[in-house]
């Protein structure tokens, strides 16, 4: 492949800003002597700014300083939206059982809330809520199995308001009450005994 070719097929990737080659190569602008990642959410620079480098300490023997919105030199697939993603779905780990929404999730990261939703659906392909919905849902299974607590119990230990609202998506996500669920759970382990 030509020198121009290759130029133009990396011009390409930074045009989708896929995080594919994150990592691979990095993105010197000439205009602004920032580098980037080929991914990099920040304006699209001109053709004619745009030199490849190879390592990230190319790119600074060059002239070139990191940005500050990518941070090309934070290590990982998507570096600092993967960190903000996992910080995220920790503080759903820990703190699903409260009454959290986007609003407080963002505001305990001290990050807005547009750019936490923004950034996590980028990361997971799921919003923040449904991605608390969908953990709290496996934990309402989980206890559901576990012992034979009420269904109010296991409601309010997964984060739900009320019982009626817990029933209700609970049958719109697995199809069936949480009674059910326990109900069909235990005549398949009493087919596999």
Same mark, same amino acid.
Not at 13 to 24: H, M, P
Not at 99 to 120: C, D, G, K, W
Not at 152 to 175: D, L, Q, R, Y
């Given at each position: 492949m ?5 130029f133009?097929a990396?011009y390409e990737?930074?045009?989708?800003r896929?995080? #594919?080659?994150?990592?691979l190569?990095y993105?010197? &602008?000439?205009s602004t002597?920032i ?8 304006? !699209?620079?001109?053709r004619e ?5 190879g390592s &990230?300490?190319?790119?600074i023997d ?7 919105r990518?941070k090309?030199?934070?290590?990982g697939? /998507? ?8 910080k995220l779905?920790?503080l759903? /780990? /820990?703190q699903?059982?409260?009454?959290? *929404?986007?609003? *407080?999730m963002?505001?305990q990261?001290a ?7 923004r950034?996590?659906?980028?990361? !997971?392909g799921?919003?923040p809520?449904?991605?608390l919905?969908n953990?709290?849902m496996?934990e309402?299974? #989980? ?8 269904i109010?119990?296991?409601?309010a230990e ?5 019982p009626p609202?817990f029933?209700?998506?609970?049958? #719109?996500?697995?199809?069936?009450t949480?009674?059910?669920y ?7 382990g009493?087919?596999l #005994?």
């Amino acid at each position: 492949m030509k020198e121009q070719e290759l130029f133009e097929a990396i011009y390409e990737t930074i045009l989708s800003r896929t995080a #594919k080659y994150d990592g691979l190569y990095y993105v010197g &602008i000439t205009s602004t002597k920032i580098f980037c990642r080929p991914s990099c959410r920040s304006r !699209t620079p001109k053709r004619e700014n745009v030199r490849v480098y190879g390592s &990230i300490q190319e790119a600074i023997d060059a002239g070139f300083r990191a940005c500050k919105r990518c941070k090309p030199e934070v290590s990982g697939l /998507h570096g600092p939206d993967a960190e903000l993603a996992e910080k995220l779905k920790e503080l759903i /780990h /820990h703190q699903y059982r409260e009454a959290l *929404t986007l609003n *407080t999730m963002a505001l305990q990261l001290a990050i807005s809330p547009y750019h936490l939703l923004r950034v996590f659906k980028r990361v !997971t392909g799921l919003t923040p809520s449904k991605y608390l919905m969908n953990y709290r849902m496996s934990e309402a299974k #989980k206890l559901l199995l576990a012992d034979q607590k009420a269904i109010a119990e296991v409601a309010a230990e997964t984060g739900f308001s009320n019982p009626p609202h817990f029933s209700s998506v609970f049958k #719109k996500i697995a199809g069936c009450t949480p009674q059910e669920y326990r109900e069909k759970m235990a005549e398949e382990g009493e087919r596999l #005994k």
